[in-house]
């Protein structure tokens, strides 16, 4: 290699590190505490639940546009930071909602008009997810073209396990954040605010660094369009199809039993404010420490057996649960999780690299998006 494509690499490498960690860390901020804001603004339970998973699918449709976009935009590196760019703006109608809403939601039901703010929410979180959804296709084909093949292996599971650090570090400041006891409803809606706000710095700062990238020989004009009937016709006759259809699967049956997992946690097993974040921390823990085993792994044998290992280990983890319903026990269990869990989702990304050409990869991850949300949804 020579010493300018070494020096462009090792600054894609640098900017890829970058822009993750700023936007795992706004993750775990912002995107995490969807939930809790509508709580805090009175819009139920019922609407609680449903802004976690509705708008993620109403994003993924949204995001079905993307390709035709990109091309006309014709930079995966320029695509990348406009949509982050316009995720991280979300954000700020949010916060401007939390310093609002004391005045506006009184308002708002002693109207009737309770819906307006519900909807507003569901709508900016759409567009959130939508923005968010565009980039991830057109992303992963960059990344994809940028690191060496040789390198995918051992660079994205260095990558993942400090994005999975920095997640965890971003849940934890939020946690701290509203751990502190606020006097009344409004000072909860400022540090809603606060967060809300930090968390778009933190995208903008990810944006930043996406625009950095350098440009791959593949250009967003030489991608052939997939339709979805192709893509359909597509299911059991080509490796692409059939590792869709398998993690469509996998995701419909996880995400069966995923929504009750805290509520288990939490009243079943009585884990109280620091059991619950001890095992919160040790599933983090798991991921983290298996992702060197699991890169030296795919390297040696390949990103079918890593998905096929960390499988097996998913399909077990109940049993984890229901052995031994004991504090110390769970933790194991849930560090046992962590790295089943860890293995299964760095296969799943080195797998789709190898399943799909090329050529093909921002349509056919575009189209991917979209199943994969649904399912989980469904599920």
């Known amino acids: 290699m020579s010493s300018r494509k070494a020096l462009t690499l090792r600054s894609d490498l640098r900017a890829m590190f970058i822009d993750g960690m700023f936007y795992s860390v706004m993750v775990g901020v912002g995107e995490t505490y969807f939930s809790k804001f509508a709580v805090s603004l009175n819009l139920g339970e019922v609407a609680a639940a449903l802004i976690k998973t509705v708008p993620v699918v109403l994003g ?34 949010l916060a401007g909602m939390a310093l609002a809403a004391p005045t506006l939601v009184p308002w708002l039901h002693e109207h009737g008009l309770k819906w307006v703010a519900g909807v507003t929410v569901f709508a900016i979180a759409t567009l959130y997810w939508g923005a968010g959804l565009a980039c991830g296709p057109a992303w992963s084909t960059l990344a994809g ?27 934890l400041l939020g946690g701290a954040f509203f751990g502190t006891s606020a006097s009344d409803d409004q000072g909860v809606l400022v540090r809603f605010a606060i967060l809300f706000s930090l968390a778009a710095g933190l995208r903008f700062v990810s944006a930043h660094y996406l625009g950095r990238y350098s440009h791959p020989r593949l250009g967003p004009e030489q991608e052939r369009a997939v339709s979805g009937r192709e893509l359909a016709s597509r299911l059991r006759a080509s490796p692409a199809g059939r590792w869709m259809l398998y993690v469509a699967g996998a995701h419909v049956a996880t995400q069966m039993a995923q929504a009750g997992l805290d509520p288990f946690m939490l009243e079943q097993l009585k884990a109280g404010g620091l ?76 797998m789709n690299y190898d399943a799909v050409p090329p050529r093909e990869r921002t349509s056919v991850y575009t189209w991917f998006s979209l199943v994969n949300e649904t399912c989980k949804t469904g599920g």
């Open 275 to 350: 059991g619950y974040s001890l095992l919160l921390a040790a599933w983090f823990g798991g991921k983290m420490l298996v992702y060197p085993m699991a890169g030296r792994y795919a390297a040696r044998r390949g990103s079918a057996a890593l998905v096929r290992t960390g499988a097996i280990g998913l399909v077990l983890l109940p049993l984890y649960w229901l052995l031994k319903p004991e504090l110390p026990w769970l933790v194991a269990a849930q560090l046992v999780s962590g790295m089943c869990w860890g293995a299964w989702e760095l296969g799943c990304v080195l």
């Open 60 to 93: 993924a449709c949204l995001q079905l546009m993307a390709p035709a976009l990109l091309r006309r935009v014709g930079s995966y590196p320029r695509w990348c930071s406009l949509t982050a760019w316009a995720q991280g703006a979300m954000y700020l109608p």
């Open 145 to 171: 073209a940028l690191v060496p093949q040789r390198l995918h292996a051992s660079y994205f599971a260095w990558r993942t396990r400090w994005l999975q650090c920095a997640t965890l570090l971003g849940i």
